[in-house]
């Protein structure tokens, strides 16, 4: 595979994503080793893996996961092109969860050593390694406020607005009338949200009677957002703030 040097990364074009300058650009383009390619269904760390890798989701989507004895899973967050995988597992000596592509990925693939030449070589680059584990961290406290607070209504209001934010973002931030692709399945929102299959269907189905959302052919639209946000009890309108890209 042919790997898209930095410079010409397509997401650096995107107001989602800070600029950086020529030293930094340079630090990761030497720091990046080959580009992968996963298929939908296949995993990119495997719970308990040792020596992972760290990676930059260029493309697609995918899940961070962990599993019970009996195979129960639960989908701490997923993840959406400009994410960065793999610290936590830079941090223990075998993967705490697993991360599965939910659609055909790309990725960049850095050596596990990369953050501390990171900290080392551009400071402000170990910053923002710091800050997107924080954001990641805060995702997963969203999640888990869903959890242990919010009704099954609430719970997948604040699922699909913040999803369909996220992905608005990597589309300069406009929904054409067309919405944002959406390849989650219900069972993946059961999973990540700690309802039954069943229940699930059922609130998705009373939202899409009030008219919240539609769901069709892989892509997933918002009449009106703004009820959906005061559905989810979110604080501010979802909005992913400008970040840093690895």
Excluded at 49 to 61: A, I, S, V
Aim: aromatic share 6%; with cysteine.
């Amino acid at each position: 595979m042919d790997a898209t040097p930095c410079i010409d990364c397509p997401l650096r074009a995107l107001p989602l994503f800070l600029p950086h300058t020529e030293e930094e650009l340079a630090l990761v383009q030497f720091l990046k080793r080959r580009e992968l390619s996963v298929d939908a269904g296949e995993a990119v760390i495997h719970e308990g893996q040792g020596e992972t890798r760290l990676f930059t989701l260029l493309e697609g989507w995918a899940y961070r996961f962990k599993t019970l004895s009996d195979g129960r899973r639960q989908i701490l967050n997923f993840l959406l092109a400009g994410d960065f995988i793999g610290v936590q597992q830079k941090m223990s000596d075998a993967a705490a969860h697993g991360v599965v592509a939910l659609t055909p990925v790309r990725l960049c693939v850095f050596d596990r050593d990369a953050l501390w030449e990171l900290h080392r070589g551009q400071p402000s680059m170990g910053f923002n390694v710091t800050w997107l584990t924080a954001h990641e961290e805060s995702l997963v406290d969203d999640n888990l406020l869903s959890l242990g607070r919010r009704s099954a209504e609430e719970r997948v209001a604040t699922a699909l607005i913040l999803l369909y934010k996220r992905a608005a973002a990597l589309r300069h931030g406009a929904d054409d009338g067309r919405g944002v692709p959406f390849p989650v399945t219900q069972q993946h929102l059961a999973d990540a949200l700690g309802l039954s299959l069943a229940y699930t269907n059922k609130t998705l189905r009373k939202l899409e009677r009030r008219g919240l959302y539609r769901l069709a052919d892989g892509r997933l639209t918002l009449p009106d957002p703004k009820a959906l946000v005061r559905l989810a009890d979110l604080y501010g309108d979802g909005r992913p703030p400008p970040r840093p890209l690895v």
